[in-house]
């Protein structure tokens, strides 16, 4: 009798643990993954170049280093960014402005680290918008509310805005970290639907310009 139940109690842990398998296989089947844009040959495979020459994409690029977080000099205000990000933002710019920007409406958060960084990006001041910074549950309305048809939307915002976008687009928490300056690349179809294309990351712009040809 002690024998049986031990062998009923292996085939339910066995049974148990092919069901917790089973779930997990399930649900990451069903999230979203962020594809490395480290390459011209994934930016062209993942349809980033196709979709920005039709106007289809928006980019969200998380703001550069906080001066207040890092013990490298301030760019000025303590509010803002450091030098250092300042010249990340530089070359993220130069990434994003050789996609070409005549079709590209650009915007940024209120914030001084995100004015800050959209100027180090685009050499000029970019249009604020409150809702950039709040980052609250409907974030993703008001980013697909703004997105025009044939036009690509570049927005400069925090890491916590990017994070609500890419809860609801189902991405598993592993993946829904931002780096300074990393750039997602969304692409919205005719019927206003997104989906992440993927991202880069600051120090793969010179990669991804390398290799556009």
């Not at 066995?14 to 962020?34: E, H, N, P, Y």
């Not at 977080?69 to 990340?88: F, M, Q, V, W």
């Not at 990017?162 to 592993?174: L, N, T, Y």
Request: charged share 25%; net charge neutral; proline share 2%.
């Amino acid at each position: 009798m002690l024998r049986f139940v031990g062998i009923e109690s292996t085939v339910a842990k066995k049974l148990f643990a092919l069901l917790a398998l089973t779930a997990a296989t399930l649900w990451l089947s069903g999230c979203t993954r962020i594809e490395d844009l480290d390459s011209g040959a994934q930016m062209t495979k993942t349809g980033v170049y196709a979709g920005w020459a039709k106007g289809e994409i928006i980019v969200l690029v998380r703001h550069a280093e906080r001066c207040d977080r890092s013990d490298n000099p301030c760019l000025a205000d303590a509010d803002g960014i450091t030098i250092k990000g300042s010249e990340t933002a530089t070359q993220v710019g130069q990434g994003i402005k050789s996609l070409g920007l005549d079709q590209a409406t650009i915007l940024s958060s209120p914030e001084t680290r995100t004015k800050q960084t959209a100027y180090s990006m685009f050499g000029k001041p970019a249009d604020t918008q409150e809702w950039l910074k709040e980052c609250d549950q409907d974030f993703t309305g008001k980013l697909l509310a703004h997105k025009q048809a044939h036009r690509n939307l570049v927005l400069i915002t925090h890491s916590g805005c990017i994070d609500h976008f890419a809860r609801d687009m189902k991405v598993s928490g592993g993946q829904r970290s931002s780096d300074y300056t990393e750039a997602f690349f969304i692409s919205v179809d005719e019927l206003g639907k997104p989906k992440i294309l993927g991202s880069v990351n600051a120090a793969a712009w010179q990669r991804v310009l390398a290799k556009a040809e």
